[in-house]
């Protein structure tokens, strides 16, 4: 039972190239979700998705795009990086039947130069 | 809405001795509130929750937090600090029963010295 693993690990990328970001679960979560990372800012919710082939936006949703291939798998796209996009990416899944816990991925260092 | 605020950015104590990180936190509902915990270079890790439930709770590795409606705030405490929980703590709100719309403080640094 590994949980929530994501991939990967670390990227360096520069601006402008794409990337996806690669996350499954094992726990049977219905909810799955992509935060990012920043100094000083906690974590922010990039997408989300309540349930297999539905996605939503979160609170900071611009420059990315999600994909929730499967009750197991949800991917998060960077079509064009930009320097902001530096960050700490966590995955993370819910499954109401646990008392609405959240489990998160230990997360993926992305670098944009 | 829904908001929180971790009042310390950074808290520092010897070890052996009692932590108290705080959190203040508003909701237009009646809140679930969480505590977590990420180690360096690792994930985050569930400590403890609220859930409408007994007001104080108490978490893995010791820790603890009391509700407190009144004062809105959901502070974590350890009687005696362990080297092993210098971390960053983040407390976090949600809706009952939706953790879509969860919302994380800006976390706490704590630092346990020798």
């Known amino acids: 039972n590994a949980g929530v693993t994501q991939t990967p690990k670390f990227q360096v990328l520069k601006t402008g190239q794409s990337m996806t970001l690669q996350c499954a679960q094992d726990?049977?979560?219905?909810?799955m979700y992509w935060y990012r990372q920043d100094p000083g800012m906690g974590l922010r919710l990039i997408y989300y998705?309540?349930?297999?082939?539905?996605?939503d936006k979160g609170e900071v949703p611009n420059g990315y795009n999600v994909s929730r291939l499967n009750k197991r798998e949800f991917s998060l796209r960077l079509e064009s990086a930009a320097p902001s996009q530096t960050s700490v990416y966590f995955c993370?899944?819910?499954?109401?039947?646990?008392?609405?816990?959240?489990?998160f991925g230990e997360g993926s260092w992305l670098t944009v130069v | 809405a829904q908001s929180v605020t971790q009042l310390d950015s950074h808290v520092s104590v010897s070890e052996g001795t009692p932590v108290l990180l705080r959190c203040n936190y508003s909701?237009?509902?009646?809140?679930?509130l969480f505590w977590y915990v990420q180690h360096p270079n690792k994930g985050l890790q569930l400590l403890l929750k609220?859930?409408?439930?007994?007001?104080l709770v108490k978490g893995i590795n010791g820790f603890e937090a009391e509700f407190k409606k009144s004062e809105t705030s959901f502070h974590l405490t350890k009687p005696s600090a362990h080297m092993s929980d210098a971390a960053e703590y983040f407390c976090?709100?949600?809706?009952?029963?939706?953790?879509?719309?969860?919302?994380f403080g800006a976390g706490t640094r704590l630092t346990v010295k020798p």
């Open positions: 993370a899944g819910r499954q109401a039947s646990s008392g609405n816990t959240i489990y």
């Open positions: 726990m049977n979560h219905n909810s």
């Open positions: 998705s309540a349930s297999e082939g539905t996605t």
């Open positions: 909701s237009s509902y009646s809140p679930s």
């Open positions: 609220y859930t409408s439930a007994a007001t």
């Open positions: 976090v709100v949600s809706r009952p029963y939706n953790n879509n719309d969860m919302r």
